[in-house]
């Protein structure tokens, strides 16, 4: 991790509706952030139902009336309730379309695609995957179309999924998570001092940013700033057009 930006680590699963929104309130209060450029996001893996297929044997419908045992009427209020929150955050899910498969494999391609400092664009990537598109992101030719797309070679994209190494990855990361009490996702742990679960209003991402920026400016005074030059002069009085 770089020592000179404040870390923020976000537990996520891709195949979690309320990550996906949670992603776009956190991108909302980053964008609004005065001090965003000195913000480093590592994204950890996390699997809500590690114990559901590789291949889909229910609908989601299906799924969560059966295996979550909810109500045909609750399951059709709650997936309405997520697809409007969705859609005020700017995402169009399309529950109807959703491959109910294990989300082990993509993990392992976002944990290569974190090798590459990617981890943001596989996330991105993969939730539209699931969520808007319908595809299946269990499968080994669905997982290298979106890697290559995601600018990871084939080779990079088999060693993913085929080297233990990023099973391990994964596997670290789901246990990190039990060591500090992760629940449920999205959940975003700000400079290991402050969280925030769930995907609350970007407002409650700003005032963590603010409250946990704050602090970690104080305990890290030489902490080197991202500078962006352009016309200037210096107390010697040279001048520089940038």
Same mark, same amino acid.
């Given at each position: 991790?770089?020592?000179?930006?404040?870390?923020?680590?976000?537990?996520?699963?891709?195949?979690?509706?309320?990550?996906?929104?949670?992603?776009?309130?956190?991108?909302?209060?980053?964008?609004?952030?005065?001090?965003?450029?000195?913000?480093?996001?590592?994204?950890?893996?996390?699997?809500?139902?590690?114990?559901?297929?590789?291949? /889909?044997?229910?609908?989601?419908?299906?799924?969560?009336?059966?295996?979550?045992?909810?109500?045909? /009427?609750?399951?059709?209020?709650?997936?309405?309730?997520?697809?409007?929150?969705?859609?005020?955050?700017?995402?169009?899910?399309?529950?109807?379309?959703?491959?109910?498969?294990?989300?082990?494999?993509?993990?392992?391609?976002?944990?290569?695609?974190?090798?590459?400092?990617?981890?943001?664009?596989?996330?991105?990537?993969?939730?539209?995957?699931?969520?808007?598109?319908?595809?299946?992101?269990?499968?080994?030719?669905?997982?290298?179309?979106?890697?290559?797309?995601?600018?990871?070679?084939?080779?990079?994209?088999?060693?993913?999924?085929?080297?233990?190494?990023?099973?391990?990855?994964?596997?670290?990361?789901?246990?990190?998570?039990?060591?500090?009490?992760?629940?449920?996702?999205?959940?975003?742990?700000?400079?290991?001092?402050?969280?925030?679960?769930?995907?609350?209003?970007?407002?409650?991402?700003?005032?963590?940013?603010?409250?946990?920026?704050?602090?970690?400016?104080?305990?890290?005074?030489?902490?080197?700033?991202?500078?962006?030059?352009?016309?200037?002069?210096?107390?010697?009085?040279?001048?520089?057009?940038?």
């Amino acid at each position: 991790m770089s020592t000179n930006k404040m870390q923020v680590e976000i537990w996520s699963d891709v195949v979690c509706p309320f990550c996906y929104i949670g992603k776009r309130h956190f991108e909302t209060a980053l964008a609004q952030f005065a001090n965003s450029n000195q913000i480093a996001i590592t994204w950890k893996s996390f699997q809500l139902d590690p114990t559901l297929p590789q291949k /889909e044997e229910m609908t989601h419908e299906q799924y969560l009336i059966e295996r979550k045992g909810l109500p045909k /009427e609750q399951v059709h209020s709650l997936l309405d309730q997520v697809t409007q929150s969705a859609k005020q955050a700017g995402l169009d899910y399309h529950f109807e379309k959703i491959v109910t498969v294990n989300s082990f494999n993509a993990h392992r391609l976002i944990q290569m695609a974190k090798t590459k400092g990617l981890g943001d664009m596989a996330e991105e990537r993969l939730f539209k995957a699931y969520f808007t598109e319908g595809l299946d992101i269990a499968s080994g030719a669905t997982l290298s179309r979106l890697g290559k797309e995601m600018n990871l070679t084939e080779d990079e994209i088999q060693e993913a999924l085929t080297n233990e190494a990023y099973a391990g990855k994964v596997n670290g990361d789901i246990y990190e998570a039990q060591q500090i009490g992760v629940r449920g996702v999205p959940f975003f742990v700000f400079n290991r001092k402050y969280a925030v679960s769930g995907a609350q209003p970007a407002g409650a991402f700003t005032q963590t940013l603010d409250k946990a920026f704050e602090e970690w400016r104080k305990e890290n005074p030489g902490a080197s700033l991202e500078i962006t030059e352009g016309a200037s002069c210096a107390p010697d009085g040279s001048c520089s057009a940038g």
